[in-house]
T-cell receptor
Framework: EDQVTQSPEALRLQEGESSSLNCSYTVSGLRGLFWYRQDPGKGPEFLFTLYSAGEEKEKERLKATLTKKESFLHITAPKPEDSATYLCAVPSGSRLTFGEGTQLTVNP | DAMVIQNPRYQVTQFGKPVTLSCSQTLNHNVMYWYQQKSSQAPKLLFHYYDKDFNNEADTPDNFQSRRPNTSFCFLDIRSPGLGDAAMYLC??????????????FGDGTRLSIL
């Protein structure tokens, strides 16, 4: 059975304090890995797709990387507006298998 | 902007009273999904339409049904809501014509409360 595990469950950072979120996966035949951001009371917002090990994608203060077993979402010099829950997901059959998410809080 | 729109944003219904949630999209995507998300949990897929083909998840409760009258609209019907059905319901779309697995684009959800 395909599995996605995210860590940590929650992360508190000071503004400007860089860190990384982890998404480890077990899937037969990776067809991509997706990162989403979800704000309270809203639907997930698509951030990145990664398709193969070694691939990297960047958007503002976020950089996503992918290995054969896990993906990292690196946050450089975060700001309070980066506070959200970050979800990763992998295709599993015709559906997405989501991790439980990392709730990120960035304090000013 | 092309988007996925869900109505209403908040829905309150009584225990056992049928309720319908709606989703529309301007992305012209051929696949539409319904998810249930409870507090601090990952979204849980209920069912999806690949074009007109309906695909039900094995563990989706029988009182959950869906309709897709055309490409742009999809409805989630809950025939007899129980207290355990209180959740955020998310609609998502994706385009699979190009092959491979494309990212899903989500609406902002409908928060369902059961009295």
């Amino acid at each position: 059975e395909d599995q996605v595990t995210q860590s940590p469950e929650a992360l508190r950072l000071q503004e400007g304090e860089s860190s990384s979120l982890n998404c480890s996966y077990t899937v037969s035949g990776l067809r991509g890995l997706f990162w989403y951001r979800q704000d309270p009371g809203k639907g997930p917002e698509f951030l990145f797709t990664l398709y193969s090990a070694g691939e990297e994608k960047e958007k503002e203060r976020l950089k996503a990387t992918l290995t054969k077993k896990e993906s990292f979402l690196h946050i450089t010099a975060p700001k309070p507006e980066d506070s959200a829950t970050y979800l990763c997901a992998v295709p599993s059959g015709s559906r997405l298998t989501f991790g439980e998410g990392t709730q990120l809080t960035v304090n000013p | 902007d092309a988007m996925v729109i869900q109505n209403p944003r908040y829905q309150v219904t009584q225990f056992g009273k049928p309720v319908t949630l709606s989703c529309s999209q301007t992305l012209n995507h051929n696949v539409m999904y319904w998810y249930q998300q409870k507090s601090s949990q990952a979204p849980k897929l209920l069912f999806h339409y690949y074009d007109k083909d309906f695909n039900n998840e094995a563990d989706t409760p029988d009182n959950f049904q869906s309709r897709r009258p055309n490409t742009s609209f999809c409805f989630l019907d809950i025939r007899s809501p129980g207290l355990g059905d209180a959740a955020m319901y998310l609609c998502a779309t994706s385009s699979e014509r190009q092959g491979g697995f494309q990212p899903q684009h989500f609406g902002d959800g409908t928060r369902l409360s059961i009295l």
